[in-house]
């Protein structure tokens, strides 16, 4: 009897342990929101204007530009920082409602932030 009473006990915390780490992640995607992908354009605008001598800081694209023009970045690089910052734009001239993006495709955005904040990084 003890020892069932035991083997239920340990189920019963596995079972709260599992349910808890899927609550913990279905909160976590709750919290995804336009706005993390701003925070990470901040980010990646602070590091093409650091990339970027002062006579191209007329803009982000005219930054994006030099640092095409001159091999410091792919031309994929380019093409995603474009798009990012065009949706930053969105994010801070529209409502959230004109933003229209799915959670999905938001997670895959802000996925790219990350991957090109951290290759712009490495040019530092």
């Not at 915390?13 to 913990?24: E, G, I, M, W």
Request: net charge positive.
């Amino acid at each position: 009897e003890y020892r069932r009473q035991r083997q239920m006990c340990i189920r019963d915390r596995v079972y709260a342990s599992v349910f808890l780490d899927l609550k913990r992640r279905r909160s976590s995607n709750k919290d995804i929101s336009p706005y993390a992908l701003f925070n990470n354009w901040k980010e990646i605008e602070a590091l093409i204007t650091q990339l970027t001598p002062d006579e191209y800081h007329k803009g982000p694209r005219t930054m994006v530009e030099y640092l095409s023009r001159n091999r410091m970045i792919s031309s994929e690089d380019k093409k995603q920082i474009l798009e990012l910052l065009q949706i930053r734009n969105k994010i801070v001239h529209s409502s959230e409602d004109n933003l229209k993006m799915s959670k999905v495709e938001l997670q895959k955005k802000i996925k790219m932030a990350n991957k090109l904040i951290d290759n712009l990084s490495k040019l530092i």
